[in-house]
């Protein structure tokens, strides 16, 4: 059975006079969600580390305030003093955080074999950039009693692992443990109103990437993203025009028996197993 905290949780958190926090928030899915809490009259920071583009996404935003404070701090969400200082100030400034929204991502291509370089990189934005967010944020908004709640970003390449990129994956995957340990601990914590929630985008056209068909744009992400925290829901598994739900179950679950059929990994992309896969209904 679903565990769901009350139906109207979002409903005390996404409001005017509440604070929320967004990570890699100068585009892409991370802006147009501190644009939508903005629309919704909360007092919205705006973190990144590409202060041109957060100056600009700062401007849009409070464009679409509706009488909210807006405030952009360029951070690097790899450096924990970095964003234990974020949290300092939005508590300076707001008094209040009631959404935390782990989005900050590092993206590299290489291999397995990789240098080292690339894979610190990916997964001190990918996976510290988020463990930094929860464990600055976190025990002030447990200590403040009040409805909250935090999101990480997390992607379908961490549950499925498609081969190709590599260490986005496994920083992904490494989101999913954690954010699932995370809520685990908070759920069973004393009189926490504080709840953790995984937001798995599907093909999602950001930043400067041309859009592809069947790309969904990031405020549809967003409202689906909404939706889903009202509902109380934990796995928010985005859709996109290409793929269904139906398609994500079939993926997910013939992901898993590669391990309890034991047969070899990543078998969807494998030759052998083609027309056991397309034959293949969860």
């Not at 074999?113 to 908004?141: H, S, Y």
Request: with cysteine.
């Amino acid at each position: 059975m679903q565990e769901t905290p009350p139906l109207s949780a979002l409903k005390t958190v996404t409001v005017p006079g509440r604070g929320a926090v967004v990570t890699g928030a100068a585009s892409g899915i991370g802006l147009a969600a501190a644009k939508r809490f903005a629309a919704l009259g909360m007092d919205v920071c705006l973190a990144d580390l590409d202060e041109t583009a957060l100056d600009h996404a700062r401007k849009d935003i409070q464009a679409a305030a509706q009488g909210g404070r807006v405030m952009a701090m360029a951070v690097d969400v790899a450096d924990a003093a970095a964003v234990t200082a974020l949290k300092d100030r939005v508590l300076a400034s707001f008094g209040d955080v009631a959404l935390v929204m782990n989005n900050a991502v590092a993206r590299h291509t290489g291999g397995c074999l990789d240098e080292p370089d690339n894979w610190r990189k990916t997964i001190d934005v990918g996976l510290f950039g988020v463990i930094n967010g929860c464990q600055a944020f976190a025990p002030a908004m447990i200590a403040a009693g009040k409805p909250a709640m935090i999101v990480n970003v997390g992607s379908k390449q961490g549950i499925t692992n498609p081969p190709g990129r590599p260490h986005y994956n496994v920083a992904k995957a490494a989101v999913k443990a954690y954010t699932e340990l995370l809520q685990h601990e908070l759920r069973n914590g004393d009189d926490t109103a504080v709840t953790a929630h995984l937001l798995i985008p599907g093909m999602t056209t950001t930043g400067d990437r041309a859009h592809r068909p069947g790309a969904w744009w990031p405020d549809q992400v967003v409202d689906y993203m909404l939706d889903a925290l009202d509902r109380g829901d934990f796995y928010i598994l985005c859709p996109d025009g290409e793929v269904t739900p139906e398609m994500d179950a079939k993926r997910i679950l013939w992901a898993a028996r590669d391990i309890t059929e034991n047969r070899p990994p990543l078998t969807r992309w494998h030759a052998g197993f083609k027309a056991a896969f397309d034959a293949f209904e969860p």
